[in-house]
T-cell receptor, first 114, second 115 residues
């Protein structure tokens, strides 16, 4: 069965520092991988997605993620965090034969120190 | 270009009452997904619908929960005889093609509180 693990429940970084949020997935074939961001009381916004091609994916708001098949990982990175990046981040996996259904990780809450 | 609309945004029900949650997909999207987010947890898939059809309901509780997406009008998630454990945020998402690589666009959610 597909599964997604986000090992870090909560991360705090200083404004201007770099960020890496971890995501590991379990799936037999090549998955479709997504990162979404959720601000308090809001819905989810897509940051980026991967389903083929270049393993380094660029997204919105200066985020990027790298697909590493050998490590079953899809970590999210940002070189310099802004205070407005404080939110909850979700990694999700989908597959071709499941009609678009997404399996989400538990989420990582990001706090940004001034 | 309106996004995914959900209403109500907040819903309070007493135990035993019915809850009806509505979702209007983005214009041109005919695929709707419902997810539930319990406190301190990620989103869990509930059901996937196309117009007039339930495609995948593998995440739906077997009792009290039902969903529909009629030919005209919004998709409805219905919870009968609500219990405290139903308190959660319910999110609807839509996509244009229902394929694995499609981006799903999420609504703002309905936060259900059961007293």
């Amino acid at each position: 069965a597909q599964s997604v693990t986000q090992p870090d429940i909560h991360i705090t970084v200083s404004e201007g520092a770099s960020l890496e949020l971890r995501c590991n997935y379990s799936y037999g074939a090549t998955p479709y991988l997504f990162w979404y961001v959720q601000s308090p009381g809001q819905g989810l916004q897509l940051l980026l997605k991967y389903f083929s091609g270049d393993t380094l994916v660029q997204g919105i708001k200066g985020f990027e993620a790298e697909f590493k098949r050998s490590q079953s990982s899809f970590n999210l990175r940002k070189p310099s965090v802004h205070w407005s990046d404080a939110a909850e981040y979700f990694c999700a996996v989908g597959s071709y034969n499941q009609g678009g259904k997404l399996i989400f990780g538990q989420g990582t809450e990001l706090s940004v120190k001034p | 270009n309106a996004g995914v609309m959900q209403n109500p945004r907040h819903l309070v029900r007493r135990r035993g009452q019915e809850a009806r949650l509505r979702c209007s997909p983005m214009k041109g999207h005919s695929h709707v997904y419902w997810y539930r987010q319990l406190p301190e947890e990620g989103l869990k898939f509930m059901v996937y619908l196309q117009k007039e059809n339930i495609i995948d309901e593998s995440g739906m509780p077997k009792e009290r929960f039902s969903a529909e997406f009629p030919k005209e009008g919004p998709s409805i998630l219905r919870i009968q005889q609500v219990v405290r454990g139903d308190s959660a945020a319910y999110f609807c998402a839509s996509s244009p093609n229902g394929q694995g690589g499609d981006t799903q666009y999420f609504g703002p959610g309905t936060r259900l509180t059961v007293l």
